[in-house]
């Protein structure tokens, strides 16, 4: 599950009460024989715990909304996609079930998520040739192991005791950093273009089978790849991958440290009266912050 699915499950909360008239304030939610509980309580409450984080939450699904739009269909594919992730319809209702969501909680979660990307690829551009590259590697899949260990010095010391005739799977069992190692001896499995990190995935690709690849630096640490396998993917025709394809390639590309600068100018943009006092700062992180300073420069005037 990703991180944002807690916050856009209480926006969803706060934003039913937040819409409420008087009448249906006043509307008792719970009774016991102790008194009763109004929704006006319930959102004062809810106010108090999570007010700001949902508020801010609204309010950025609404400023995206306003300027891109996610269609059913983008919403339909990658719950698809996450349900065969996590073994089918039952196994996934499952684990939705755990964190407390529905399928359609879920489902407002997934297009929010869509519009912040859409946001942050906005001004990212792929050639035609890249996404026909990205096409290619996915009708391949490879069968891989890996050795992952903290940094270049350790990959490469790996690396000669391989060259030296060592066992991999045992290597694996004694230096890698990555848990289920102990049990598989770094064995990965069958994989497609799309579902490692970029820079794993990358060398994987191009490695020949039974050749060990030099040291790869990837967002988890330092990698010894082999390839022991490959065979062809059942993959769907071009026409009807390229969008996803384009966008997945954007993403990848997109600056991810400029997020919330992002996020910070469209909150700018909005023009936000906030109407509630007790929300007044809400949004103080966002709208006051200084502008980049151009650094200071340095004196011309040098000792003799």
Same mark, same amino acid.
């Given at each position: 599950?990703?991180?944002?699915i807690?916050?856009v499950? +209480?926006?969803?909360?706060? !934003?039913?009460?937040?819409a409420?008239?008087?009448?249906?304030?006043?509307?008792?939610v719970?009774?016991?024989?102790a008194g009763?509980? &109004?929704?006006?309580?319930?959102?004062?409450?809810?106010k108090t715990?999570?007010?700001?984080q949902?508020?801010?939450m609204?309010?950025?699904? #609404?400023? +995206?909304?306003d300027?891109?739009?996610?269609?059913e269909?983008?919403?339909?594919a990658?719950?698809?996609?996450?349900?065969?992730?996590y073994?089918?319809?039952?196994?996934f209702?499952?684990i939705?079930?755990?964190?407390g969501y529905? $399928?359609e &909680? /879920?489902?407002?979660t997934?297009k929010?998520?869509?519009l912040?990307?859409?946001? %942050?690829?906005?001004?990212v551009?792929? &050639? =035609?040739?890249?996404?026909?590259?990205k096409y @290619?590697?996915?009708?391949?899949?490879?069968?891989?192991?890996?050795i992952?260990?903290?940094?270049?010095?350790?990959a +490469?010391?790996?690396?000669?005791? %391989?060259? @030296?005739?060592?066992?991999?799977? $045992?290597?694996?069992?004694?230096?890698s950093?990555e848990?289920a190692?102990?049990?598989?001896?770094?064995e990965?499995?069958f *994989?497609?273009?799309?579902?490692?990190?970029?820079? *794993?995935?990358?060398?994987?690709?191009s490695?020949?089978?039974n050749?060990?690849?030099?040291?790869?630096?990837?967002? /988890?640490?330092?990698?010894?790849?082999?390839v022991?396998? &490959?065979?062809e993917?059942e993959?769907?025709? /071009?026409d009807e991958?390229? @969008?996803?394809?384009?966008?997945? %390639?954007?993403?990848?590309?997109a =600056?991810?440290?400029?997020?919330?600068?992002?996020?910070?100018d469209?909150?700018k943009e909005?023009?936000i009266?906030?109407?509630?006092? @007790? +929300? !007044?700062s809400t949004?103080?992180a /966002? %709208?006051? #912050?200084?502008?980049?300073?151009?650094?200071a420069?340095?004196?011309?005037?040098t000792?003799?």
């Amino acid at each position: 599950m990703k991180k944002w699915i807690a916050a856009v499950s +209480l926006t969803l909360s706060v !934003s039913a009460l937040a819409a409420c008239s008087d009448e249906e304030a006043s509307e008792v939610v719970v009774s016991t024989n102790a008194g009763d509980i &109004t929704k006006e309580e319930l959102y004062e409450e809810m106010k108090t715990t999570v007010g700001e984080q949902a508020l801010q939450m609204m309010v950025l699904e #609404q400023i +995206l909304q306003d300027k891109y739009s996610v269609s059913e269909e983008e919403v339909d594919a990658e719950l698809e996609a996450m349900k065969e992730q996590y073994g089918g319809q039952e196994q996934f209702d499952m684990i939705l079930s755990q964190q407390g969501y529905t $399928e359609e &909680t /879920f489902r407002d979660t997934i297009k929010l998520n869509r519009l912040q990307e859409k946001a %942050l690829i906005e001004d990212v551009e792929v &050639t =035609d040739e890249e996404v026909q590259q990205k096409y @290619d590697q996915m009708q391949k899949e490879v069968n891989a192991r890996h050795i992952l260990v903290q940094d270049e010095e350790t990959a +490469l010391e790996v690396k000669q005791q %391989l060259e @030296d005739g060592a066992d991999f799977a $045992e290597l694996a069992k004694e230096y890698s950093t990555e848990p289920a190692a102990q049990e598989t001896g770094g064995e990965l499995g069958f *994989f497609s273009a799309g579902e490692m990190d970029p820079a *794993f995935e990358e060398a994987a690709f191009s490695l020949e089978p039974n050749v060990i690849s030099e040291p790869i630096e990837s967002s /988890f640490g330092w990698h010894i790849i082999e390839v022991t396998e &490959t065979r062809e993917a059942e993959i769907a025709g /071009f026409d009807e991958m390229k @969008d996803e394809i384009e966008h997945d %390639l954007k993403l990848a590309k997109a =600056d991810q440290t400029q997020a919330s600068a992002m996020i910070q100018d469209l909150m700018k943009e909005a023009d936000i009266d906030i109407k509630d006092e @007790d +929300l !007044s700062s809400t949004f103080e992180a /966002f %709208l006051s #912050q200084p502008e980049e300073q151009p650094a200071a420069e340095e004196s011309e005037d040098t000792e003799s």
